[in-house]
């Protein structure tokens, strides 16, 4: 048997696609997490399985959740984003088989979101950001539920987290970091140690949505500002941009996912 997982895949956050692989008998489950509005125009966490929608159980029916990465471990489906509550304030955590798990942000009264959720062994990593009393979204993760804030370029602007993989006993923690200039500088964590991806023009906001390692190379994808204020489809890896065509050079596409074959 085996089971694993695309697990988060971006793109524009607000329009983000979660989706697992699983499989115990040879022939592959497919899971899609997301979103489904109700009458009401509530946003209803949840997610389809081989096509069959499952709701998940949100803090407040009245209020928006949203499911953005998932992951499957065994026979145990993982499913994380953010459930709003009564006060609306977006509560970061994941569901677990159905059931939820709040994670403790660094300002219970600030909205916080997982964007991303990954498993390694009895281990469970969600990554996104915490915002603090100034309102500055700090990035990180938690690992079973204790929160680690990874340090940012700028410490008074606002960073965040999109993608987390564990290869072996690293941790690569992929996303954004606002620098003085307010101007969002593209990169990932690996163990905490910040490495910043060389954009098309260092005076435009760029931004990473996934990340995927595969031996020693740490692939990277999401887009890259040019001049004319287009947003560059492409990905880096090991640092080294590549941009890719896309249907018209003068809108602005993204990458929203990256994967490596074996």
């Given at each position: 048997s085996f089971s694993f997982s695309l697990s988060e895949c971006g793109g524009n956050i607000d329009a983000s696609l979660a989706v697992a692989l699983s499989s115990s008998s040879g022939t592959p489950v497919?899971?899609?997490g997301g979103l489904s509005k109700n009458s009401s125009d509530v946003k209803v966490p949840g997610y389809w399985e081989d096509g069959a929608w499952t709701a998940l159980t949100p803090i407040d029916a009245t209020k928006d959740s949203k499911v953005y990465s998932m992951a499957i471990s065994g026979s145990n489906v993982y499913a994380a984003g953010y459930s709003t509550n009564t006060p609306n304030?977006?509560?970061?955590?994941?569901?677990?088989?159905?059931?939820?798990?709040?994670?403790?942000?660094?300002?219970a009264t600030k909205?916080?979101?997982?964007?991303?959720?990954?498993?390694?062994?009895?281990n469970v990593y969600a990554a996104g950001y915490s915002t603090n009393a100034t309102n500055v979204m700090v990035p990180g993760y938690w690992r079973d539920g204790v929160w680690?804030?990874?340090?940012?370029?700028?410490?008074?602007?606002?960073?965040?987290?999109?993608?987390?993989?564990?290869?072996?006993?690293?941790?690569?923690?992929?996303?954004?970091?606002?620098?003085?200039?307010?101007v969002m500088i593209p990169g990932y964590w690996e163990d905490g140690v910040w490495t910043a991806l060389t954009s098309i023009d260092a005076t435009k906001s760029s931004m990473v949505y996934?990340?995927?390692i595969s031996g020693s190379n740490v692939y990277v994808a999401g887009y890259s500002t040019n001049a004319s204020d287009v947003p560059v489809p492409g990905y880096w890896e090991d640092g080294v941009w590549t941009a890719l065509t896309p249907i018209d050079a003068t809108k602005g596409s993204e990458v929203a996912c990256i994967a490596v074959g074996q």
């Open positions: 497919i899971y899609f304030v977006m509560v970061p955590g994941y569901w677990k088989d159905g059931v939820w798990t709040a994670l403790t942000p660094i300002d909205s916080s979101m997982v964007y991303s959720i990954a498993i390694s062994g009895s680690t804030a990874l340090t940012p370029i700028d410490a008074t602007k606002s960073s965040g987290g999109t993608s987390i993989v564990i290869s072996g006993s690293d941790v690569h923690v992929a996303g954004m970091s606002t620098n003085s200039s307010d996934s990340i995927a």
